[in-house]
Every structure is written in structure tokens, then in C-alpha cells.
């Protein structure tokens, strides 16, 4: 989809414009996630509490997809990190994520989202998972997430995250996405779906890369 030159204005300007005519200036610095997944930027959201205000691209104006070429989860993030920084100013966090499981080689990876044989959807991913995974004595899996942080479409840092733990022969629990209902971190005896999103937020793979982020951040505001 093309990006009309107005949309491109809203989209620099966004709520800084509105707040300034209305007389309200915004008071929080702003963090811009390159996803479509709502998932990942309530979870960024829930993780950073009143300290960011966080948008993901679903907050804009005619946004494109950025295709994710890449072979490696660093190649995605930085796609969508540079691909969306062009378009609309301050600071850009993108997040690539993935399980990568012992008995499938390192699979579904950089493939997650669309194991199942469409993109984004869950249910077919999980339903692929468990049959994959049926007998299979080999249980080990983790989730990675490389996160980079982009403005004006230049890549400026990485951060990777990674929680090691196992999966379950059968979905258990209706907290968080994607393959939580399957996957039981090292220490705990309950998926992430069922610890929920608390437990979730301390332990995950995006909690470890979304804390160094941050911290990096907040080293720049202080040069
Ligand atoms: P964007 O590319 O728009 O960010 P996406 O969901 O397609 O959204 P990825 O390409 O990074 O994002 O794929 C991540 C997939 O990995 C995601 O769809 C889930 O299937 C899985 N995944 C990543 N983090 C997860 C988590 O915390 N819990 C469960 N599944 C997760």
C-alpha cells in the first residue's frame, strides 16, 4: 500500500499536533512498536506501566506491511524497525519472536507465526505443534525475541530475551498467545497461558530483551 503524502504528515506529527492545538502537550515519551500483533504491544505496554506511552503501527494511518524476508530473527527486527521508522517519527521498537523446539531441529523459529499454514493464527500453529510433538520424548523448547530499536530508518541497537522450558502434550490455560497454552518455562510446572500475564511478564524472552531496550534508552536521554 502506498503511503499518501498526508498520511505521511499525520503520522510525523501524530498526537503532537492534536495535543498542541488542544493545549496539551503529551507528557510521556513515546515508543512506537512495529507490530501488527496487538498481543506483543499489550505485553510491552503491561511491562512498561506508566513510564511509555506505547503505540503499535495499528495506531496509524495506512501503515504498509513490511514483508519479512529475513532468516534470522535479528534480519526481521531490524526490516521492521528501519520500514516503519521511515514513516512516522521517534523512537521505533521493533520485536521478532519465535519457539524454537529440540525434537524440530530449532523449529518452527523464525517460521512461528506461520507453522500452521497461515499467518498469525494461533489455533492452526498450536493444532501443528501437538501433533509434531505427539510420542516425541525430546520436550525442550524455548522462546527467542530480538528486539531493535530504529529512527528516522536507521537500525541504532539490539536486545535478545530467551526463556528456556518445555512443551506440553495438550494446550493447558487461556492467558496470553500464540503458543503459551503449550509451553512450560524452567522452573514451573504451569504453561504461560495459565501462569499468567504477571509471572509471564517477569520471566518471558520479551520481558529480558524489552528490559535492556529500555535501559538503553534511557542512556540516550541522559547524553
Ligand atoms: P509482527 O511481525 O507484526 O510483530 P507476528 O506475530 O507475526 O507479528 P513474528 O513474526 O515475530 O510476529 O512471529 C512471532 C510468532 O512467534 C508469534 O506469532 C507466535 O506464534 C510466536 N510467539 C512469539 N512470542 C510469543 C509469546 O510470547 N507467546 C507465544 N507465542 C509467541
Redesign the pocket.
Given at each position: 500500500m502506498r503511503l499518501r503524502w498526508a498520511d505521511y504528515f499525520k503520522n510525523l506529527v501524530g498526537e503532537w499536533w492534536s495535543g498542541y492545538l488542544g493545549g496539551a502537550m503529551p507528557t510521556l515519551p513515546r515508543l512506537i512498536?512495529?507490530?501488527?500483533?496487538p498481543?506483543?504491544s499489550s505485553?510491552i505496554r503491561a511491562m512498561l506501566g506508566d513510564t511509555w506511552e506505547v503505540l503499535d503501527?495499528n495506531d496509524f494511518a495506512q501503515l504498509p506491511?513490511?514483508e519479512?524476508t529475513g532468516h534470522t530473527?535479528l534480519e526481521?527486527?531490524r526490516l521492521?524497525a528501519q520500514g516503519i521508522s521511515r514513516l512516522v517519527a521517534g523512537w521505533v521498537l521493533?520485536?521478532?519472536?519465535?519457539?524454537e523446539v529440540d525434537a524440530l531441529g530449532g523449529g518452527?523459529g523464525?517460521w512461528?507465526?506461520?507453522?500452521g499454514g497461515e499467518?498469525?493464527n494461533?489455533a492452526k500453529?498450536n493444532a501443528r505443534l501437538v501433533s509434531a510433538m505427539r510420542g516425541q520424548a525430546v520436550r525442550g523448547a524455548r522462546?527467542r525475541?530480538t528486539m531493535v530499536l530504529a529512527k528516522a530508518g536507521i537500525a541504532q541497537a539490539d536486545f535478545c530475551g530467551t526463556v528456556e522450558g518445555r512443551i506440553t502434550d495438550e494446550p493447558q490455560g487461556e492467558g496470553?498467545?500464540?503458543?503459551?497454552p503449550l509451553?512450560i518455562p524452567d522452573g514451573y510446572q504451569l504453561t504461560?497461558a495459565e501462569l499468567g500475564q504477571n509471572i509471564?511478564n517477569r520471566l518471558?524472552?520479551?520481558a529480558q530483551a524489552l528490559t535492556q531496550a529500555v535501559g538503553w534508552l534511557a542512556g540516550q536521554a541522559q547524553n
Open positions: 512498536v512495529a507490530t501488527r500483533n498481543h506483543k505485553e503501527v506491511v513490511i519479512e530473527f526481521n527486527a521492521k521493533a520485536d521478532d519472536s519465535g519457539l518452527p523464525v512461528s507465526s506461520s507453522f499467518e498469525g494461533h500453529n522462546f525475541c496470553g498467545f500464540g503458543y503459551d509451553f504461560f509471564k518471558s524472552h520479551r
